[in-house]
């Protein structure tokens, strides 16, 4: 998999959570509700240049313009205060970034998925402690009775990376089940959610118990598609689009399936390699290849990396979901409340997203993820309604360096 996986342990607090994490949720809800009462975010107004200056600075260091490259969008409350495109969409076509250009949302695409599950359950259509046995009743019970979905949530699952990653795993695999594809290499690219279900049907362990550990990976989230599905005996896609995009009033967040492309859409890049076998386009200079949908993984694979946005509409959405037009105070918190805590300092997770608590800061959501060229960033500071973005069409660049830099100038400017 392109990102990559982490082991914690955080003993029983999944399971059983302690008085602590119950008072936090409360205290966070309170300031959720508080920061409600304005659109806008009660802070010291600065000059424009002030922030975007040093933004400027940074991302001009790191996207040239002359190949691909990125946007960066900044919020505060309701009003976008920041906006710069760096770079091309599409070498070949010579389409330059936008506001408007579709990027592949990596591992954002899970936030999505959980808004979605938090809504199914404000309707009283799931629990997110119901088993997966449930709902997929075809998969061992002895493994799928133990997991949930708030264990999906949270990536505790212990479900294993079942893909095939060589021809012997990929022989023993079509001793099990049947496959529209004749390679291994064809269903790592092109495989979807439907056809990767079959790896659990003949599941013979998993690596830990559900709950006990911290483990990000995506075996988990490739199922909430197809959960969702049964729960309302409509397409993915489709629910997805009239339940969580259109009630914000976005309608340019959607799944990508196979063989399906839209004009505004980015390609990804990687900068060539010299014993590269890919047969995709190559730029003129000789610096930059294609790398996204045929030529890397994990594209068709919708609740965990499959989604498509541009920056200006994700933005919206981001901002719709804080605003309540999605899911109620209580299912907001529950979404940033740090459940599972790392071995690593200052890091946890909440209901699908990362959360961060570093000295210093006020709590923060986010993201960081790649899918084949394709790497972004995007974050918000709940108690202070600042949001940002970073939406790039190449893989060459630090995405931790950038958040921790992006972290430290709006500190510095009184923003958080």
Known sequence: MNEQKHTRTFGSLALRPAAAITILASVMLLVWACSRTSNKPNMPELPATAVTAPLDSLFTSIFDG????AIIMVARGDSLVYRRAFGYADIESGSRISDSTVFNLSSASKVLSSVALLRLAEQGKINLDDSLSKYFPEFPERFFSHITIRHILTHSTGLPDLLPRNNDEWNKYLVDHKSIFGFGNDYRLYGSDKEYMQVFENLDSVDFEPG??????????????????????????KWMADNIFSPAGIHDIFYRNAGERTPAMAHGYRQCRPDSKLKSFRSSDGKWEEFDYGEAEFFLTKADRGAYSSARDYMNWVIALHNGKLINDSSLTALNTPYLATDAKDVYFGLGNGVEQKAGYPLKAYHKGINGGFSIIEGIWPESRLSYLVFSNRNDWNSDSVAETVDSIFKAKGWL
């Open 66 to 69: 002359n190949g691909p490259g």
């Open 212 to 237: 006990r550990h911290y483990q990000r990976n995506d075996p988990g989230y490739i199922l909430l598609a197809p959960l969702i599905e049964r729960v309302t005996g409509e397409s993915f896609d």
